[in-house]
């Protein structure tokens, strides 16, 4: 099997049992046919001759009736096994991806994953079926050439004098079918990435009056995906063309022989009447062209699937957490972005129990130190240890045990508010939910939704201040040793951060170790310590009224009204 479909468990997919039913369906079906002619022209010799031939008309009957039913039992198995293929793709991609974090819709973008996800799962899901049937497509010819020499041999050297100009068909036309199906469905991608991001940013385009020039750049590559949606029809029409000129010519010639063997009377008019049909089984070029091309789509949409599969996933060793205040210690952490190094030989200790504010000018790669101090990205040079452990020893679930995140903008998932806000628990407590939303100031606002905690977060109306509560009281319903706080409180009024601050710093619902992505002075002021960041290096550490006396340091908060 080719590398493409190392998405699939082996040679016979995810559904083992219904791949060999249905090669055995196929098989039996082209047997079936293989047997068709030979019954038939054996009962028009009987026929012929006057003889009792009651029984094989019964046969031929048969034979036809076992065709009707073999015919239906591999439909069935096709769309099941089908069906069956592509959920289990698109199962084992969503896991890959989730497993894979934010790298993977970096690196191909959210509207691509979904193209994927939804389209090219789809195809690559027809692999299995489209393997069975190419298998019993090849059968045919391979069984009406053996039948044609068990006739005649003349019978069929004259169709293999015609065999490699039909494989070389067939060989141009999976090779032109590959290169044309690949850029057909990346030019999809590309559409899908594209309509993705105008989606997300519809206010931003309608505020600009910018539709117009959105849809052009949405749809810019479609003049490429018709074109190669044309390309591919004219190969396939070609290489139908070509058989359709070089297959009834072959056919003839057998005919042909066959008339002048019965002539003398070394063939009887039955078996003419089965050399004719073994011929256009021999030379059913049309079916292995419309197989081949099915295989050839299934095969890039499988190199496709295979690119998101192969990204790594990050892993995990198999320590637990010994006991400790959640001590987090940053070594030599250099992480890079497009060839960039945006954080830099980074040394930072940030005592357990306390408050480290970062701040820093845009750009300066405190989001990304926040996601490497919770191992939502990983440090290409350097180690984070937290109590004395680095997080790449640490066992999945302790790691995310110890820590928990708030985001600038938390992403809501679909369920009920009160489901959204125990997310990170396993089994949340209505008491826990409610106090984490409390201290969080999100409780008031809930408790005005029509159904209160019990409103799905679709039809909960909100502002980005109570989007960012949501996702705060999340966080602190989830607890843990280390709470890492993205810029999570720059949407809330001055007087709720105000609350929230000071609960944080002095405890509150977390006492644990807090590390704050900050753009506002008066953040900073509350907490214990304050990071200065400053084109990927740590500047300086210290209080924030001890910092401010640097005309630099004012300069990061320039923009902020009082600062």
Not at 69 to 92: I, K, S
Not at 318 to 332: A, C, H, I, K, V
Not at 361 to 390: C, F, I, N, Q, Y
Request: glycine share 12%; aromatic share 4%.
């Amino acid at each position: 099997m080719t590398e493409a479909f190392r998405t699939l468990p082996g040679p016979l997919g995810p559904a083992p049992v219904r791949t060999v039913a249905l090669c055995l369906v196929s098989t039996a079906a082209t047997g079936a046919g293989l047997l068709l002619p030979a019954a038939l022209g054996h009962t028009l010799d009987l026929l012929l001759s006057r003889a009792p031939a009651t029984h094989w008309v019964l046969y031929c009957a048969g034979i036809v009736l076992l065709l009707a039913l073999l015919d239906a039992c591999e439909t069935v198995l096709h769309g099941t096994l089908d069906a069956r293929t592509t959920a289990w793709l698109r199962r084992r991609l969503t896991r890959h991806v989730l497993a894979v974090g934010p790298r993977a819709a970096a690196r191909f973008g959210p509207g691509d994953l979904v193209a994927r996800l939804v389209g090219n799962a789809a195809q690559a899901g027809t692999a299995p079926t489209a393997r069975a049937a190419l298998l019993a497509a090849l059968a045919g010819p391979v069984g009406g050439v053996a039948a044609l020499a068990l006739i005649d041999p003349w019978l069929a050297a004259v169709l293999l004098a015609g065999a490699p100009v039909l494989a070389l068909l067939l060989r141009a036309l999976a090779r032109d079918t590959r290169d044309c199906v690949a850029r057909y469905q990346k030019a999809q991608g590309r559409i899908a990435r594209a309509l993705a991001e105008a989606v997300r940013g519809h206010r931003t385009i309608e505020a600009a009056g910018a539709a117009g020039r959105e849809t052009a750049r949405i749809l810019r590559p479609l003049p490429e995906l018709s074109e190669a949606g044309h390309r591919m029809w004219r190969v396939q029409g070609r290489a139908a063309g070509r058989s359709v000129a070089v297959a009834p010519l072959l056919q003839l010639g057998v005919v042909a022989v066959a008339g002048v063997l019965l002539a003398r009377h070394r063939l009887t008019v039955g078996e003419v009447l089965a050399a004719s049909r073994y011929a256009v089984l021999a030379t059913g070029v049309g079916v292995l062209v419309g197989q081949l091309a099915g295989l050839a789509r299934a095969r890039a949409a499988a190199e496709r699937l295979h690119e998101v599969l192969a990204e790594p996933v990050p892993g995990y060793g198999e320590r637990g957490l010994p006991p400790g205040p959640g001590r987090l210690e940053l070594r030599g952490v250099t992480a890079r972005r497009s060839g960039r190094a945006v954080l830099d030989g980074v040394d930072l200790v940030v005592p357990g129990g306390t408050t480290l504010a970062v701040v820093g000018r845009s750009g300066a790669g405190k989001s990304l130190l926040a996601a490497v101090a919770g191992r939502l990205a990983e440090p290409d040079t350097g180690e984070v240890l937290l109590d004395g452990v680095p997080l790449r020893d640490l066992t999945h679930d302790a790691l995310r045990r110890a820590v928990g995140h708030a985001f600038e903008r938390p992403a809501l998932l679909g369920g009920t508010v009160e489901e959204e806000i125990g997310l990170a628990l396993s089994y949340p407590s209505p008491a826990r939910v409610r106090e984490a939303a409390r201290t969080a100031h999100a409780d008031d606002f809930v408790r005005r939704l029509p159904q209160g905690y019990a409103t799905p977060v679709s039809a909960a109306p909100r502002s980005g201040g109570e989007s960012q509560r949501l996702g705060l009281a999340r966080a602190f319903a989830h607890g843990g040793r280390l709470l890492i706080l993205d810029d999570a409180l720059s949407s809330l009024d001055t007087v709720t951060e105000a609350r929230i601050t000071t609960a944080l710093v002095n405890g509150g619902e977390h006492d644990g170790t807090r590390l704050l992505i900050a753009h506002r002075a008066t953040t900073a002021a509350r907490a214990d310590a304050v990071a200065w960041l400053d084109g990927g290096r740590v500047r300086a550490v210290g209080r924030h009224e001890e910092l401010w006396g640097i005309p630099e340091y004012r300069a990061v908060f320039a923009g902020e009204e009082g600062a």
